[in-house]
T-cell receptor, first 116, second 110 residues
Framework: NAGVTQTPKFRILKIGQSMTLQCTQDMNHNYMYWYRQDPGMGLKLIYYSVGAGITDKGEVPNGYNVSRSTTEDFPLRLELAAPSQTSVYFC???????????????FGPGTRLTVT | GQSLEQPSEVTAVEGAIVQINCTYQTSGFYGLSWYQQHDGGAPTFLSYNALDGLEETGRFSSFLSRSDSYGYLLLQELQMKDSASYFCACAIGGYQKVTFGTGTKLQVIP
């Protein structure tokens, strides 16, 4: 299993441009998440999904959109990029099965985004 | 809303024991988990507590008191490689919303 994969690893955007951050997991997990992490800070939840076709807002959804057409993929769309969106973006998934590891989130390697 | 508070920095000596605390304020609390993150890396799962008490995994233990809205991560026999940031995270209403604490940067010194 590759786990959770994210592309691209790095990206520089100009103000006002748009892009899609890709996230794919091959573990058949129902629950998927997008976080952003600013330097020296914690992770802020942007959007999450409890299954294909179901998404909901987290703490900081403004400026972002998501879709979940398949169990495997959970892309994050940035429209009209702003310098405040400069951050590291992490995608994660949870299996949702019972047991001690039921809340274990598997993280992708992250996408480092700079908006100038 | 919900919040999880942690000390921002902790310094400890190699071979010693360190405790990292997490206090939370949230409704619909489902469980508390802990993650380690090295600089430039992704968070990795360490432990999870759904019920009150202590969970032990090797050198790491995690404790939860739901009545006190409090948990901690205990690291024993500290090694230099344990220098990292540690985050508590809680699930709200099941798996639906998993939010993270402010993070504690642990520095292990010789």
């Amino acid at each position: 299993n590759a786990g959770v994969t994210q592309t691209p690893k790095f990206r520089i955007l100009k103000i006002g441009q748009s892009m899609t951050l890709q996230c794919t997991q091959d573990m058949n997990h129902n629950y998927m998440y997008w976080y952003r992490q600013d330097p020296g800070m914690g992770l802020k939840l942007i959007y999450y999904s409890v299954g294909a076709g179901i998404t909901d807002k987290g703490e900081v959804p403004n400026g972002y959109n998501v879709s979940r057409s398949t169990t495997e993929d959970f892309p994050l769309r940035l429209e009209l990029a702003a310098p405040s969106q400069t951050s590291v973006y992490f995608c994660a998934s949870i299996s949702g099965t019972s047991g001690r590891s039921s809340l274990e989130q598997y993280f992708g390697p992250g996408t480092r985004l700079t908006v100038t | 809303g919900q919040s999880l508070e942690q000390p921002s920095e902790v310094t400890a000596v190699e071979g010693a024991i360190v405790q990292i605390n997490c206090t939370y304020q949230t409704s619909g609390f489902y469980g508390l988990s802990w993650y380690q993150q090295h600089d430039g890396g992704a968070p990795t799962f360490l432990s999870y507590n759904a019920l009150d008490g202590l969970e032990e995994t090797g050198r790491f233990s995690s404790f939860l008191s739901r009545s006190d809205s409090y948990g901690y991560l205990l690291l024993q026999e500290l090694q230099m490689k344990d220098s990292a940031s540690y985050f508590c995270a809680c699930a709200i209403g099941g798996y639906q919303k998993v939010t993270f604490g402010t993070g504690t940067k642990l520095q292990v010194i010789p």
